[in-house]
Nanobody, 122 residues
Framework: QVQLVESGGGLVQAGGSLRLSCAAS????????MGWFRQAPEKEREFVAA????????YYADSVKGRFTISRDNAKNTGYLQMNSLKPEDTAVYYC???????????????WGQGTQVTVSS
């Protein structure tokens, strides 16, 4: 059974940093693209960042570009999202996902984690 488990969320002050992890089990995702998405209260889920299966290509939402870094370790079947210079507007539940296509669209990702809460205080 495929399972994705996010961790690393929490409460942080504005300007602080967090590192999210996404540990996958049940199958190997080394040939899958990985994405991070987030959903703030009363808002739709939105794209944050994506990385190709090789790790060579990355893409970011404009709102996080220059502050967040997506990475992966295929040997560990794990992905990461390093978040620096956090802002209150980054507060959301963050989800990792894996899919065959390197994409910004949720529908291209088949496997999803349960989410981890990130709260940034001002």
């Amino acid at each position: 059974q495929v399972q994705l488990v996010e961790s690393g969320g929490g409460l942080v002050q504005a300007g602080g940093s967090l590192r999210l992890s996404c540990a996958a089990s049940g199958r190997t995702f080394s040939r899958y693209a990985m994405g991070w998405f987030r959903q703030a209260p009363e808002k739709e889920r939105e794209f944050v960042a994506a990385i190709s299966w090789t790790g060579i290509n990355t893409y970011y939402a404009d709102s996080v570009k220059g502050r967040f870094t997506i990475s992966r370790d295929n040997a560990k079947n794990t992905g990461y999202l390093q978040m620096n210079s956090l802002k209150p507007e980054d507060t959301a539940v963050y989800y990792c996902a894996f899919g065959r296509r390197y994409s910004v669209h949720m529908e291209d990702y088949r496997y999803w984690g349960q989410g981890t809460q990130v709260t940034v205080s001002s």
